[in-house]
């Protein structure tokens, strides 16, 4: 093999290198391309995605805020309700004491 031969078959083998380089790069982005339909559902996804987690959030404060507000009504109600016991059981001793006091005034008179 001279030097002409020499050139020419290395020539050929780079040519030949470069086109399946070439040839697999054209494959790989033909095959992985993104399409734009692709993209904008992404898009639309992302956008639903983030106001799923908005009403979410909002939804969160709101049970937390009606939770709160729910155990103060609670805690109030039982304030009263003690408080009402208290009294009935007050008025009941007060019944009591009039009775025994209505019951010496009928014995004193008899």
Request: aromatic share 8%.
């Amino acid at each position: 093999m001279n030097r002409t031969e020499f050139i020419i078959a290395t020539a050929v083998i780079l040519f030949v290198a470069f086109a399946t380089g070439w040839f697999a790069n054209w494959l790989l982005h033909r095959f992985t391309r993104v399409r734009q339909s692709d993209v904008a559902d992404l898009d639309r996804m992302s956008q639903e995605l983030h106001e799923a987690e908005e009403t979410r959030d909002q939804a969160i404060t709101y049970m937390q805020q009606r939770e709160a507000d729910l155990t103060n009504q609670l805690t109030q109600t039982e304030a009263e309700l003690r408080a009402a016991m208290e009294g009935l059981r007050e008025a009941r001793h007060e019944a009591e004491e009039l009775r025994g006091y209505v019951d010496r005034m009928k014995a004193g008179r008899s």
